[in-house]
């Protein structure tokens, strides 16, 4: 089993960044990709950007792509999201998945 806790979430102006952590409790090799989603309130979970642990590739949803990049340091188990010019629409609690296992979320607000 591995257990993931996400961090990084807070409240940040339109416009503004965050970078979004996900470590991981073991190795995740064996499942291949760590994958981020969010879920906004009244809507629900959707795919956010996902890369696969050994050779790195990544894949966005066409909504965050050339603003959100997805990386991984392989050593420590821990994936990132690093968010740029967010907007009010980014609002949601972020989740990290490396299937079938799921984080608790991180809390992100846009707002002015």
């Known amino acids: 089993q591995v257990q993931l806790v996400e961090s990084g979430g807070g409240l940040v102006q339109p416009g503004g960044s965050l970078r979004l952590s996900c470590v991981a409790s073991?190795?995740?090799?064996?499942?291949?990709?760590m994958a981020w989603y969010r879920q906004a309130p009244g809507k629900e979970r959707e795919f956010v950007a996902s890369?696969?642990?050994?050779?790195?590739?990544?894949l966005y949803a066409d909504s965050v792509k050339g603003r959100f990049t997805v990386s991984r340091d392989y050593a420590k188990n821990t994936g990132y999201l690093q968010m740029g010019n967010l907007k009010p629409g980014d609002t949601a609690v972020y989740y990290c998945?490396?299937?079938?296992?799921w984080g608790q979320g991180t809390q992100v607000t846009v707002s002015s």
């Open positions: 998945n490396v299937h079938p296992y």
């Open positions: 073991a190795s995740i090799e064996r499942y291949l990709s």
């Open positions: 890369i696969y642990w050994t050779g790195g590739s990544t």
